[in-house]
């Protein structure tokens, strides 16, 4: 079993950055792959980026690839999501999620409460 927070959301100006933590609880973290996806009003929730179990391998969606960056600290149980760049268009609920690695949220078995993400043009 895996218990998932989500922090450092907030609201910032376009062309800002955040940092978002995810803090995992139960002692098999380190054996997941960890993802991240968002979802806005009206809108799916969709793939923003993903990392094994080791951190060795990452992943993002297209609409992130060169702004944002995925990192995990198996020691703290803690994977992050850096932010750069920040659009309007990425304003979101940001979810983290433990489970298999990549892009389909059906593959992930741990989902957080979310942080809300708020970008101003």
């Known amino acids: 079993q895996v218990q998932l927070v989500e922090s450092g959301g907030g609201l910032v100006q376009a062309g800002g950055s955040l940092r978002l933590s995810c803090a995992a609880t139960g002692r098999t973290f380190s054996s997941y792959a960890m993802g991240w996806f968002r979802q806005a009003p009206g809108k799916e929730r969709e793939f923003v980026a993903a990392?094994?179990?080791?951190?060795?391998?990452?992943y993002y969606a297209d609409s992130v690839k060169g702004r944002f960056t995925i990192s995990r600290d198996n020691a703290k149980n803690t994977v992050y999501l850096q932010m750069n760049s920040l659009k309007p268009e990425d304003t979101a609920v940001y979810y983290c999620?433990?489970?298999?690695?990549?892009?389909?949220?059906?593959?992930?078995?741990?989902w957080g409460q979310g942080t809300q993400v708020t970008v101003s043009s």
């Open positions: 999620a433990a489970g298999a690695y990549g892009f389909d949220p059906s593959g992930y078995d741990y």
């Open positions: 990392i094994s179990w080791s951190g060795g391998s990452t």
